[in-house]
């Protein structure tokens, strides 16, 4: 374990469902990040919450809602989605803007039907 | 938009022989980090390299930047199996609180 938990591992969800992606950091760190990564693309930066605020939103659909409510506890909330959003979506955390380098979770391989 | 680019995207070696990766980038750092990700896992962070340094050794891995050439190599002496993986060069812009991380080389250590 790197101290940053995700849960689920896998989901399988249908495009009308409604479900949600949690992160856990225990690192006492101040910064959160969602990353997704397709297959063959490099990985895409999705949001940024520095101290719970979200600093960055890089241009994701609304169908990918984030919310963060301390600095240990992301959530991706996801609703009404595409089968090409069918990924491995990773959380992060970091301190100081990641100048140490950021800790991963393990992910959550998703595919939607 | 993506900024490191690595070579190759895939590498395959024998056991023990030694792997090299580079990244190329675009714009000013204020450091340059290496991760490794094994299949449909999380990134595993290696070393971090800073805009003021060129050269950083951590165990068997060797990392070296050229602010000048804006490129980085990663060496991997005496590779193992247990190596293979992605590996991705990941960069931080001097006023940037994000890092960019690039498309990351392939490599598989052929026993």
């Known amino acids: 374990e790197t101290g940053v938990t995700q849960t689920p591992r896998h989901l399988v969800m249908g495009m009308t469902n409604k479900k949600s992606l949690k992160c856990e950091q225990h690192l006492g760190h101040n910064a959160m990040y969602w990353y997704k990564q397709s297959a063959k693309k490099p990985l895409e930066l999705m949001f940024v919450y520095n101290f719970k605020e979200q600093t960055e939103n890089n241009s994701v659909p609304s169908r990918f809602s984030p919310e963060c409510p301390n600095s240990s506890h992301l959530f991706l909330h996801l609703h009404t989605l595409q089968p090409e959003d069918s990924a491995l979506y990773l959380c992060?955390?970091?301190?100081?803007?990641?100048?140490?380098?950021?800790?991963f979770g393990s992910g959550t391989r998703l595919t939607v039907v | 938009s993506q900024q490191g680019e690595e070579d190759p995207q895939a590498l395959s070696i024998q056991e023990g022989e030694n792997a090299t990766m580079n990244c190329s980038y675009k714009?000013?750092?204020?450091?340059l980090q290496w991760y490794r990700q094994n299949s449909g896992r999380g990134l595993v962070h290696l070393i971090l390299i800073r805009s003021n340094e060129r050269e950083k050794h951590s165990g068997r891995l060797r990392v070296t930047l050229d602010t000048s050439k804006k490129s980085s190599s990663l060496l991997i002496t005496a590779s193992r199996a247990a190596d293979t993986a992605s590996y991705f060069c990941?960069?931080?812009?001097?006023?940037?609180?994000?890092?960019?991380f690039g498309q990351g080389t392939r490599l598989t250590i052929n026993p």
């Open positions: 992060a955390s970091s301190q100081e803007g990641g100048r140490e380098g950021y800790t």
């Open positions: 714009t000013s750092i204020n450091n």
């Open positions: 990941a960069t931080l812009g001097g006023g940037a609180q994000k890092l960019v």
